[in-house]
């Protein structure tokens, strides 16, 4: 199952552009992630955050650019081949097996990538711990709450061991306990688990305290790179965020 | 009491019959969300390689492992002749492929092999009769019994414990997510279509060792019956297919022996009336499942 190792080496993404029916989505949005960093991925709704996500993980395909891992092209690949490549994600809308235990959720990511079903079950074991979710080990995700099962599915994205994890709103549906708990768990991620990390969510603080880059994304295009205080004090992300002619 | 434990054992013994029937149509259907149509030739299939096995001096257990394995290749012949090709493009498109490969089995059976019924082989015991509780049992129920009790426990371990079981549930469950996390897709439907055709064509010798013979559209009536059965138990759970098999067994083996000889021709309308009461009461079946039921 595993015919292609892992490659090693930062995600690239150049001028990626993606088209819904003629309507521009992505038009040229060029990204970099390197192992053991967090990325902010930033914008308006409509921006093209998720559409980023999508384009790379293959389930959009791209009308224009390259994804590449170290030197190896990504871009065209099935979502099932990137994914064994070591590039995992988790969903805005939760998309976990309803009708399967906790355990089994996290475990089929492992069974997935070709693991046995000893060091599968080892694995998220040890994930379930990590995530406080132990209680719920023998309980079907479906009855889950919301932060709970947020919390699955980053657990079983991990279950892969992926070179690069991309969040869609992880904290969207917690409480503030939850949020902290969650941010905690998530800055350790890229220094234990040697992994790129990037992360949309529209909850600023949380992005802020998080992140050790920032990208903001507008209309489709990159309008501003940089640390959290660069990006807050770029003329072109307040515009963005609250239209034009807002210090007038 | 005697009457007691033959109705029991009838309602098992069919039961057990229409469990397996309606595991093997519901596998393919959780995880594709499409009705096999060619489902029921699977089991025409088993019967008529019986049938033609049947002069050879081979012990009889032999001749009917070949049976289930020749249904699983037909099993897994639908997957790649109706449903692989046409599977991404639309639902329309496999519905009528998958009859037209039941058509095209059904018609090379008429072709090649006869319109009238054939006999198979089938061992003594299938005609031996034991006493239980005073009453004279057929052997065929009881083996139906213990058939359907070692292959509903065997696939519950496969489904609970293996690699395997946790991948076809974890795609039953949601397609496109199973895909995504990197689970085989292709390996996993033939697996099921395999599955489904093992289970068929156990079903298959148990089916037809009540008629003694095999004819090409033998087929239709367990095509039938494993639909309702999924239909009452709900089509999107593996339990719900088991536990619509014993339902629709209970109804008939109570109308068998409540109707009187005049309304017994009548009872598949008596059988149908019950079922569309169930519906009502129950639009999904008996069973949810899991919450997405759509085409993932």
New interface residues.
């Given amino acids: 199952?595993l015919d292609d190792a892992k490659v090693r080496g930062a995600l690239m993404v150049r001028d990626a552009s993606v088209e819904f029916a003629g309507l521009k989505a992505l038009d040229g949005v060029s990204l970099r992630l390197e192992p053991g960093e967090i990325l902010g991925l930033i914008g308006p709704n409509g921006s093209g955050k998720t559409t980023t996500i999508n384009a790379i993980?293959g389930?959009v395909p791209l009308a224009g650019g390259t994804v590449r891992i170290g030197e190896r092209i990504i871009s065209g690949l099935s979502?099932?081949k990137i994914?064994?490549l070591g590039v995992a994600?988790s969903f805005q809308i939760v998309?976990?097996?309803?009708?399967?235990t906790t355990l089994?959720n996290v475990?089929?990511?492992a069974?997935?990538?070709g693991d046995s079903?000893r060091i599968a079950r080892a694995k998220a074991e040890a994930l379930l711990h990590d995530f406080s979710l132990e209680r719920h080990r023998d309980d079907l995700c479906?009855t889950l709450s919301y932060g709970d099962k947020r919390r699955v599915e980053i657990a079983?994205a991990l279950a892969?061991e992926p070179s690069f994890l991309f969040l869609d709103e992880p904290a969207a549906g917690m409480n503030v306990a939850e949020t902290d708990a969650l941010l905690d768990i998530l800055r350790a991620l890229p220094a234990e688990r040697g992994l790129g990390l990037l992360i949309i969510d529209h909850d600023m603080s949380l992005i802020m305290r998080l992140c050790d880059r920032l990208q903001v994304l507008s209309s489709g295009r990159t309008i501003a790179e940089g640390s959290a205080d660069e990006v807050r004090t770029n003329r072109d992300v307040i515009e963005a965020y609250l239209g034009s002619g807002a210090d007038d | 009491m005697d009457f007691a434990i033959q109705f029991i054992i009838n309602v098992l013994s069919l039961g057990g019959a229409y469990a397996l029937m309606a595991l093997g149509l519901v596998l393919v259907y959780g995880i594709l969300k499409l009705v096999n149509f060619a489902y029921g030739e699977l089991i025409m299939v088993a019967g008529y390689t019986l049938h033609l096995v049947g002069g050879s001096p081979l012990p009889w257990l032999v001749m009917a492992a070949v049976a289930v394995v020749m249904a699983m290749v037909a099993g897994l012949a639908t997957d790649y002749v109706a449903f692989r090709p046409v599977r991404a493009k639309s639902v329309t498109a496999v519905l009528i492929t998958s009859f037209a490969f039941s058509t095209l089995l059904q018609n090379a059976a008429l072709l090649f092999i006869s319109p009238r019924p054939r006999s198979v082989p089938l061992p003594e015991i299938f005609s031996q009769s034991v006493m239980i509780g005073g009453m004279p049992t057929p052997m065929r129920d009881i083996i139906t019994i213990v058939a359907a009790v070692v292959l509903l426990g065997l696939f519950a371990f496969l489904m609970q414990k293996?690699?395997l079981g946790?991948?076809m549930?974890?795609a039953a469950?949601?397609f496109t997510?199973?895909?995504?996390?990197?689970?085989?897709?292709n390996l996993i439907i033939s697996s099921a279509f395999a599955i489904s055709g093992l289970l068929a064509g156990v079903v298959g010798i148990l089916w037809i060792g009540r008629i003694g013979t095999v004819a090409p559209a033998i087929g239709l009536e367990p095509l039938l019956i494993a639909f309702i059965a999924c239909v009452i138990g709900g089509m999107r759970s593996l339990q719900g297919a088991v536990l619509g098999g014993f339902i629709l067994a209970f109804i008939d083996t109570t109308l068998n022996y409540t109707l009187s000889q005049d309304l017994l021709k009548f009872r598949d309308a008596f059988t149908f009336s019950l079922v569309i009461l169930i519906l009502l009461w129950r639009p999904e079946g008996l069973m949810k499942?899991?919450?997405?039921g759509q085409r993932t």
């Fill in positions: 199952m993980t389930q979502p099932r994914a064994l994600r998309r976990l097996f309803n009708n399967m089994e475990e089929t990511a069974l997935a990538r079903r479906g079983r892969a | 293996t690699v946790i991948a549930r974890a469950t949601n997510m199973a895909r995504m996390l990197g689970v085989p897709a499942g899991p919450a997405s």
